[in-house]
């Protein structure tokens, strides 16, 4: 299946992805230091980003945020790329400063087509998806 957004931050990966249902803030709800999800509201919490392909709806909370994800490159547990259906301002910004490919304009139907496990394709550059 072949799901086509919006290319924000380019780039091209093959990974694994991780699928939130819920918003993500990456200050104070993912650790930098290790990239796992400490937010014990997410459905997430106690999973690690690190090099999945990380899908949820928007992210929330503080613009400090966008420097964690930069962190969390620099630290080599950053998420391999972020798929969004509405990417908001602090997450563009951490995926710029990080080099993280970034995708949005996913509806939540689509969305709901990705399960955690699944093995995809994500071209950035021309805001494709493929689940294989």
């Known amino acids: 299946m072949i799901l086509k957004g919006r290319s924000i931050c380019k780039g091209k990966v093959e990974g694994i992805a991780l699928v939130s249902k819920t918003p993500i803030s990456f ?52 998420p391999k790329a972020i798929v969004n259906v509405e990417t908001e301002p602090i997450i ?18 689509e969305m709901g087509k990705i399960k955690s496990g699944d093995k995809i394709k994500l071209d950035a550059d021309n805001g494709v998806i493929e689940i294989l």
């Open 92 to 109: 563009v910004a951490g995926c710029i400063l990080a080099d993280i490919p970034l995708i949005d304009g996913i509806s939540e139907n």
């Open 27 to 78: 200050y104070g709800g993912v650790d930098a230091k290790t990239g796992r999800v400490i937010e014990k509201n997410n459905e997430l919490f106690g999973e690690t980003v690190t090099d999945k392909i990380l899908f949820f709806p928007y992210g929330k909370g503080s613009t400090v945020g966008s420097y964690v994800l930069y962190q969390m490159a620099k630290n080599k547990v950053a």
